[in-house]
């Protein structure tokens, strides 16, 4: 899976409401059939982080970024409706060129 779109996932889950890592491990999980491997996640989640796009819920866990309860920022959320909308508009055109209707 490619950093960018174990970002995207780890985003979109957190839209619903902040999470540990394991809690994010496993929405993924139910949303895509699939659970990132470790390396995949917590990059995504230190990168994400470092965007200013999440942060620690609180800071009752400290460093154990294992173990942080994690949320979305205001920045995190504009980032995720713009990477959407993006995928909505790619998704459209491939439907429309095999002949689907995307409605």
């Known amino acids: 899976m490619h950093s960018n779109d174990a970002q995207m996932l780890v985003l979109t889950v957190l839209a619903d ?45 400290g460093d154990r970024e294992r173990h942080r309860t994690m949320r979305i920022t205001d920045a995190g959320r504009g980032q995720l409706r713009a990477e959407l909308q993006q995928m909505a508009r790619i998704s459209a055109a491939g439907l429309r060129a095999l002949g689907v209707n995307p409605a």
């Open 17 to 61: 409401g902040p999470r540990h890592g394991y809690a994010i491990n496993t929405a993924i999980e139910e949303l895509t059939g699939r659970r990132l491997g470790p390396g995949s996640l917590y990059g995504a989640l230190s990168r994400l982080e470092g965007r200013g796009l999440i942060q620690p819920a609180d800071d009752a866990a």
